[in-house]
Structure formats: structure tokens, C-alpha cells
């Protein structure tokens, strides 16, 4: 079981790579594709399935139908109208935007940090976690075997 709390946390973490290559390299590339690919899957399972949005909280209008014996456009056939599709739609674009917009304020926030991380990792391609919280400024919470593994490049 995942929060919704959680879930928008993961987006923003998703779109971190994008949102860094609009503030450093003022462009962005295909490096991100699967960030993208997971989080627009997840957006749309939040939105579609999980009734995690305003506007269907509660309500599960549920995914595309799978059958491997249908072809595809019969098997994507929806059960709710044009109008609930484009709803949905919006939904989660906006979902989606504010992650993107989450990401990009920790950036700023963040940015001389993460500069500093960068260049560290480029020197030494892994860090231990405590290091890393070491140059974000943050302070080290209590340890669980996740955070005990480095960080790579």
C-alpha cells in the first residue's frame, strides 16, 4: 500500500533528471525516458485506478483492459465517456505538473548542493549516504539498511 503523500514525493523524484537538465543544461534529452515511461504510469494508476485525484478521489474508472487474444483497439476500449477520458486526462497532467514543479523548486532550492554533489561523484563515481546528507547540509536520519547503500553516478 502506497500514500498518495508518497506517491507525489516519488513523481517529483521521477522528474528530478528532467527538471535538472532545464536548469543546467537548458535543454533536455532522452536521458530521462524511463523516469518518464514509470511516472507517467503511475500518474495515470493514481488517477485511473487509485481514485488519488480531486477530481475522482474514491472512484476507480480502471486501466485499459489487457486480452491477448483481442486486438489492440478492442482490448483498450474504455468503460466511461469521452468527456470522463478527457477529465481524466487533465487530472493527470496536473498531477504530473505539480511533481514537475516540486522538482524543479527543490533544484533551485537545493542547487549549489547538488552542484556539489555532481562534481563529487564525477571525482569519485560512488558516495556513502552519510556523505551525500554531508554536502545537501541535511541531517542524517535513522539508519536503515537502505540508506546504508551508496550512491552511484
Not at 465517456?81 to 533544484?107: C, G, K, N, P, Y
Request: proline share 3%; no cysteine.
Amino acid at each position: 500500500m502506497l500514500s498518495r503523500e508518497y506517491l507525489l514525493v516519488r513523481l517529483a523524484v521521477m522528474l528530478g533528471g528532467r527538471a535538472a537538465e532545464e536548469l543546467r543544461l537548458d535543454s533536455v534529452t532522452s536521458g530521462a525516458e524511463q523516469d518518464l515511461r514509470e511516472a507517467t504510469r503511475i500518474t495515470r494508476k493514481m488517477v485511473l485506478e487509485w481514485g488519488m485525484s480531486a477530481r475522482f478521489a474514491h472512484l476507480s474508472l480502471g486501466g485499459p483492459r489487457e486480452n491477448a487474444f483481442l486486438d489492440e483497439e478492442l482490448a483498450a476500449r474504455r468503460e466511461y465517456s469521452e468527456t470522463t477520458a478527457h477529465e481524466a486526462d487533465q487530472a493527470v497532467r496536473r498531477i504530473f505538473e505539480d511533481a514537475h514543479a516540486r522538482a524543479l523548486a527543490v533544484l533551485r532550492e537545493r542547487g549549489e548542493g547538488l552542484d556539489r554533489l555532481a562534481e563529487e561523484l564525477l571525482e569519485h563515481e560512488e558516495l556513502p549516504a552519510r556523505r551525500v546528507l554531508e554536502i545537501l547540509g541535511l541531517e542524517p536520519r535513522e539508519e536503515s539498511s537502505e540508506r546504508r547503500q551508496p550512491v552511484s553516478a
